[in-house]
């Protein structure tokens, strides 16, 4: 009878496992089933979610005949660029720069505006110092940083600054050393905003990286400029790899005016960009210029025309 009980009492435990096993095999079961049902919408969300480009275009509210001016947004997205490199304003013999962008209400409608057409803005201009001496005018300090500011209260990480006619290191060597000074002077205050300075020089690559390092902050690089280098009779390529990845914070990706980008037979796009990749570069390119001699102020057909082509190079579907 003992016997009988104990052989009764091992079948029900044994039914009781065999019955918690099936229990944990379903419920194993039913997790599967219901990870496999969301595969397809997982996989679907990942093959649509829209990854970064490395390479972004961008055009120039200045160019585009809209500087400073809001409606420089709904243009740039007309014409298909990414974003747009905004003008600091005119300089004159003012204290400061004619900054709109310095008014809270004008940035917040600029912030808002960004954010509805999806663009960026890419860089802030200091283009007062094209006809300006950053070597010699009063209050350099003061302008640059008031640029650092709005760069900060509108999340620009990069702002334009051209040596200019009167900077032009080739024609007035003596100035480097003033030059170097202010540069100097200026990169503690990029560098505690977390800003790049993005200086254009006449200067040929090697001469350019020699500047750098009389600098030595890595928050003052190469505002790369096809043009200059083309007139100055230099191959863009060779430039573009002496000064390497780290140096170029951003490029001016035209020539002179003349004829659209696509058109231009002294500026190989397709060898940039292989240039470009292989030094590992990657960035923001700022249409500037290259409008058709024939029509130059056709905003929306030159911008136009050399965005979409510079997209077919550097974003290919």
């Not at 065999?18 to 990942?46: C, D, E, Y």
């Not at 302008?143 to 040596?163: E, K, Y």
């Not at 020699?210 to 600098?215: G, I, N, S």
């Not at 060898?271 to 990657?282: F, Q, Y």
């Amino acid at each position: 009878m003992a016997e009988l009980n104990e052989k009764m009492q091992v079948a029900r435990l044994t039914k009781s496992s065999r019955l918690g096993k099936s229990l944990v095999g379903r419920r194993t079961f039913i997790r599967n089933m219901v990870a496999l049902s969301l595969l397809p919408s997982l996989t679907w969300a990942a093959s649509n979610r829209k990854k970064k480009p490395r390479y972004k275009i961008a055009v120039i509210d200045l160019m585009i005949l809209k500087r400073q001016k809001l409606s420089a947004l709904p243009l740039a997205k007309e014409i298909g660029a990414d974003g747009l490199e905004v003008d600091m304003g005119g300089l004159g013999t003012r204290e400061t720069f004619d900054n709109k962008l310095a008014d809270p209400e004008v940035r917040k409608q600029y912030i808002e505006k960004l954010k509805e057409l999806n663009l960026e803005i890419c860089s802030l201009a200091m283009t007062g110092f094209y006809a300006q001496s950053f070597a010699k005018r009063e209050g350099v300090e003061k302008m640059v940083s008031d640029c650092i500011t709005t760069m900060q209260q509108l999340n620009v990480q990069v702002a334009f600054l051209p040596l200019g006619v009167q900077g032009d290191l080739v024609k007035n060597p003596e100035l480097r050393p003033l030059i170097v000074e202010r540069l100097k002077m200026i990169a503690p205050l990029a560098e505690k905003a977390g800003v790049t300075i993005g200086i254009e020089t006449a200067l040929n690559a090697t001469e350019e990286v020699k500047l750098l390092k009389e600098v030595g902050s890595k928050a003052i690089q190469i505002y790369f400029n096809f043009s200059n280098a083309l007139e100055g009779g230099r191959d863009v390529c060779e430039e573009l790899k002496i000064l390497g990845k780290d140096r170029i914070c951003q490029i001016h990706c035209t020539d002179k005016d003349g004829v659209w980008l696509e058109n231009n037979t002294r500026l190989d796009m397709k060898k940039v960009k292989s240039t470009l990749d292989k030094i590992g570069w990657k960035g923001w390119l700022v249409i500037e210029r290259s409008r058709d001699a024939n029509k130059p102020q056709d905003v929306r057909g030159n911008f136009g025309a050399n965005t979409a082509y510079m997209k077919s190079i550097f974003q290919p579907v």
